[in-house]
């Protein structure tokens, strides 16, 4: 079993993305737009819709009803100003913490969005959603999404979860020289017949996992996920891997369903859907001389999520079920034998 302790993806390591925060331009009409050119269209309550221009030539062509010259690239909302007046349910994001608040009161003017009095806090912005470790949200665009990283230290391993699309492509450069570069297919099916093999539906990848980048303090690493119409990718974290052990069998994948599962009193369902939660229970087996890194990993991660991986080869249909990025609720260790001892590890996703 692997564990990745993330690197928090500051300001700086991210040198660019495909992702707007704050919108580019307004739409104009009397502007002629090139091919690959960007314009925001506000709606209501503070949200903004980004288009991509598809053709040259683009003028007096309205982004919401011209399918044929403009592509709906992405979404995302106006940028907090202190001097505005914001309506109940308005949003506004503060892109120093690139977080999104929805506004609770009105009159909202001059009112820091830290203060819960005015402001509740939604979520991470689109732009950065995909470095969020919480796997229910992410990145979500037109095709593709291209975030390039310059972590300024060494790190080895690259987690992508919660993946829609085609492909994703990571490749590392150093000194504009590449080192590195792979190119993975994040659809698949199952063809356990023959009819499955001929008219069995493709089903979506969800995460890709990659321990092999040269660990460069230096490296540029760039990621890509292509495909059509709209893709996403809800967690992406770097660091460096940690072996801890063997995952014996009987390993199990469970979850916690908040879901409103009940029956009124005629004996009706009453079924609410809501989020499921992935846990795993594992047991690994590991060296001794491995038992004070495994202390180490335990106070490192106490509640701070990470990237765990029970199955080395992400071809195995095991390989999905036992991946979790979140925290560590059990930390057992056992110092079972004289050459060996034993882990009981239970994880729980954010």
């Not at 500051?10 to 919108?23: C, F, R």
């Amino acid at each position: 079993m692997i564990v990745i302790p993330p690197i928090d993806i500051t300001d700086a390591m991210l040198t660019s993305s495909s992702a707007y925060e704050a919108a580019p331009a307004a739409y104009n009409s009397g502007t002629t737009y090139s091919i690959n050119a960007y314009v925001s269209v506000a709606g209501s309550l503070g949200q903004i819709t980004v288009y991509r221009s598809l053709q040259n030539s683009n003028l007096n062509h309205t982004p919401a009803s011209s399918p044929s010259w403009w592509e709906n690239h992405c979404n995302t909302y106006n940028v907090y100003n202190g001097s505005t007046n914001y309506l109940v349910d308005e949003y506004a994001i503060d892109t120093t913490t690139h977080k999104i608040y929805r506004s609770l009161v009105h009159p909202n003017s001059g009112n820091a969005q830290t203060n819960t009095d005015f402001w509740e806090f939604i979520g991470t912005t689109n732009r950065w959603a995909m470095f969020d470790t919480d796997r229910s949200a992410g990145t979500v665009q037109a095709a593709p999404i291209v975030a390039v990283l310059t972590p300024g230290q060494r790190v080895n391993s690259l987690a992508l979860t919660g993946l829609i699309g085609s492909y994703v492509t990571v490749s590392m450069t150093v000194s504009a020289v590449s080192v590195f570069s792979r190119t993975i297919s994040i659809t698949g099916r199952q063809t356990l017949t023959w009819s499955d093999y001929f008219f069995g539906d493709f089903e979506q990848v969800e995460s890709v996992l990659i321990t092999d980048l040269p660990p460069y303090s230096n490296g540029v690493i760039t990621v890509t996920i292509s495909g059509t119409g709209v893709v996403q990718c809800s967690s992406l974290v770097i660091g460096l891997v940690v072996n801890i052990g063997k995952v014996i069998y009987g390993a199990r994948n469970d979850a916690l369903n908040f879901s409103r599962i009940e029956r009124d009193d005629f004996g009706n369902s009453v079924l609410v859907p809501r989020r499921t939660v992935p846990k795993t229970n594992q047991t690994i087996l590991f060296n001794k001389n491995q038992t004070n890194t495994l202390i180490g990993i335990r106070k490192l991660l106490n509640a701070k999520p990470a990237v765990w991986s029970g199955v080395d080869d992400e071809n195995s249909d095991y390989f999905e079920s036992l991946l979790i990025i979140g925290i560590y609720k059990q930390f057992e260790i056992e110092l079972t034998h004289p050459s060996h001892g034993m882990l009981n590890l239970e994880l729980e996703e954010l």
